[in-house]
């Protein structure tokens, strides 16, 4: 069974860091791009950041410098490092999976900035 499990969401005060995760199961997570999206309440998904297999990066311009994605193969898990966080970061943020015309979403998990 395919499945996207996000994690690490919560409530954060502006300027902190939160660490989501997004394990997988069920795919050969080494030949997939791994991305973060994002929602926010009323506007359209947005990509946030993308990881390739070979582990080339790509960032919206509004988190470059703050969100680090990473990938662990070993553990078919995704990561989105994100300081310096802001009231505008929150969204709830969606993992996915993208190989060829295959798009595989995760849950989703709760992301609040606010003081």
């Known amino acids: 069974q395919v499945q996207l499990v996000e994690s690490g969401g919560g409530l954060v005060q502006p300027g902190g860091s939160l660490r989501l995760s997004c394990a997988t199961s069920?795919?050969?997570?080494?030949?997939?791009?791994m991305g973060w999206y994002r929602q926010a309440p009323g506007k359209q998904r947005e990509l946030v950041a993308t990881?390739?297999?070979?582990?080339?990066?790509m960032y919206v311009d509004s988190v470059k410098g703050r969100f680090t994605i990473s990938r662990d193969n070993t553990k078919a898990t995704v990561y989105l490092q994100m300081n310096n966080l802001t009231p505008e970061d929150t969204a709830v943020y969606y993992c996915?999976?993208?190989?060829?015309?295959?798009?595989?979403w995760g849950q989703g998990t709760q992301v609040t900035v606010s003081s």
């Open positions: 990881i390739t297999n070979g582990e080339t990066t």
């Open positions: 069920g795919i050969l997570f080494s030949l997939y791009v």
């Open positions: 996915n999976a993208g190989r060829a015309r295959t798009s595989i």
